[in-house]
């Protein structure tokens, strides 16, 4: 009796660690969370604009996306409108060919940085909760506020809002 | 005794399994975001070419008498 006690004792023993293992993965980043360090993510298609001190959108997007489509213009009018106060937009695309993410930004002509990330190190660490998903930094490097989905005038109205929001913050030590 | 035991190890065995399911089925066959370019496609769309989807439907509903009976307007009596 002791024995069959204890082999279901050890049984059910192991199921948490089953349990743990089976379901390890990144958590999503969001508000309150330092963004990962963008340069070590091995991030192709452009020169990295510095963005320490600044306040950073890094929008996620892919050229099959159509919402992406939408929010091109309207980051080029924030980026016009907020980069010389200290707005850095930093599109990352995730597009798995190379061509696809080259024509999107030839036909587009962002005047944002755009960013490819072939690899999908730097959405995997971020864990995207749908395409698009931008994440507004703050000036010490924290993820402020998160938009999932890109909803036009509505969205574009919310972000400079915020930006606005956080250019008038002074930078916080990290 | 041996009853005791076996109902012991049947209930281990259900636990598990319960556990284990719950853990797969939160994580395993799950198309990430960013990894939706293949579903994306306009080959994925079943109505990409206008001119065949009419020509199916058309045959469709003339076959079966089932005028509307893909959801448009219609009460798909097959009187059209």
């Known amino acids: 009796m002791v024995t069959a ?3 279901s004792c050890r049984i059910l023993g192991l199921a948490p660690l089953i349990v743990v293992l089976a379901a390890v993965s990144p958590a999503q980043v969001a508000p309150g969370n330092f963004f990962p360090p963008l340069g070590a993510e091995g991030l192709g298609g452009g020169a990295m604009p510095e963005t320490s001190g600044k306040v950073v959108i890094v929008d996620f997007w892919a050229s099959w996306c159509a919402p992406c489509k939408a929010s ?9 409108d907020f980069g010389d106060r200290g707005l850095v937009i930093v599109g990352v695309g995730v597009d798995d060919s190379p061509s696809a993410y080259s024509a999107f930004v030839a036909r587009f002509k962002p005047s944002f940085v755009t960013v490819h990330d072939s690899q ?14 931008s994440y ?20 574009e109205r919310e972000l400079a809002r915020e930006i606005e929001a956080l250019l008038s913050e002074k930078a916080a030590a990290r | 005794m041996k009853k005791l035991r076996t109902r012991h190890i049947l209930i281990a065995a259900l636990a598990l399994g319960a556990l284990l399911q719950c853990a797969c089925t939160s994580t395993a066959v799950r198309v990430r975001p960013w990894e939706r370019a293949a579903l994306a ?5 079943p109505d990409r070419d206008p001119l065949g989807a009419a020509m199916t439907e058309h045959v469709y509903f003339s076959r079966e008498a089932a005028s509307g009976g893909r959801g448009v307007g219609g009460s798909g009596c097959g009187c059209n």
């Not at chain 1, 091109?72 to 016009?80: D, V």
């Not at chain 1, 507004?136 to 969205?155: C, E, K, M, N």
């Open chain 2, 41 to 45: 496609d306009d080959i994925m769309n």
């Open chain 1, 5 to 7: 006690m204890t082999r």
């Open chain 1, 136 to 155: 507004l930094i703050d000036r010490s490097g924290r993820v402020r506020f998160v938009h999932a989905g890109f909803h036009g005038d509505q969205t």
């Open chain 1, 72 to 80: 091109f213009p309207a980051y080029s009018r924030l980026q016009r």
């Open chain 1, 120 to 133: 999908h190190k730097l959405v995997s660490t971020v864990q995207v909760p749908t395409m698009p998903t």
